[in-house]
């Protein structure tokens, strides 16, 4: 099992960009989400999803997009970078939305100049 | 609605003494709380969970946490300090049912060992 996996690992932008990181995971879990980390503020939930088809919003989530087309992959997309949006992302999945163990990929460092 | 505070962002220990992270929440359900740890340029990694059974949990590399309602209090210790355990720490909290389905985290603390 390569658990859950995100690439890239480093991106830089310039304002105004778009672009997709990608999530992937090879449990069968139907739990997926995104947050971003900032120092001093833990991690905020940007989007999750239930299952595939299904998505909503989390906390921090404008400036972004996601889907699920399939079980495995959850893709975010950035519309139109903003330096506001540089931050490190990580994806997490799991059996149940809250009260299983979230596992989360090794994370994505964004800047955005 | 669910929140979490962990009450210091930075604590130092020597190596082989105790370490306490604190951690409150606030919730309106019986809650989930978890621990995580995130060594550096790594994601994070499930040390113990509460879901409603034992008060007291143990986790993994000897870390536990008792889970006080009263004091609405989720600390987590170890008896003696390892050089490896030192890694930025956070409290998690989840009480369902409620709408969104998510986590929230606290903001974290860094956990330094001195040699």
């Known amino acids: 099992n390569a658990g859950v996996t995100q690439t890239p690992k480093f991106q830089v932008l310039k304002t105004g960009q778009s672009m997709t990181l990608q999530c992937a995971q090879d449990m069968n879990h139907e739990y997926m989400s995104w947050y971003r980390q900032d120092p001093g503020m833990g991690l905020r939930l940007i989007h999750y999803?239930?299952?595939?088809?299904?998505?909503d919003q989390g906390e921090v989530p404008n400036g972004y997009n996601v889907s699920r087309s399939t079980t495995e992959d959850f893709p975010l997309r950035l519309l139109s970078a903003a330096p506001s949006q540089t931050s490190v992302y990580f994806c997490?999945?799991?059996?149940?939305?809250?009260?299983?163990?979230?596992?989360f990929g090794p994370g994505t460092r964004l800047l955005v100049l | 609605a669910q929140s979490v505070t962990q009450l210091d962002s930075h604590v130092s220990v020597s190596e082989g003494t105790p370490v306490l992270l604190r951690c409150n929440y606030s919730s309106s359900y019986s809650p989930s709380l978890f621990w995580y740890v995130q060594h550096p340029n790594k994601g994070l990694q499930l040390l113990l969970k509460?879901?409603?059974?034992?008060?007291l949990v143990k986790g993994i590399n000897g870390f536990e946490a008792e889970f006080k309602k009263s004091e609405t209090s989720f600390h987590l210790t170890k008896p003696s300090a390892h050089m490896s355990d030192a890694a930025e720490y956070f409290c998690v909290v989840s009480d369902t049912p409620t709408g969104r389905r998510a986590l929230t985290f606290g903001s974290g603390t860094r956990l330094q060992v001195q040699p």
């Open positions: 999803s239930v299952g595939a088809g299904i998505t």
């Open positions: 509460y879901t409603s059974a034992a008060t």
């Open positions: 997490a999945s799991s059996y149940s939305p809250v009260q299983e163990t979230q596992y």
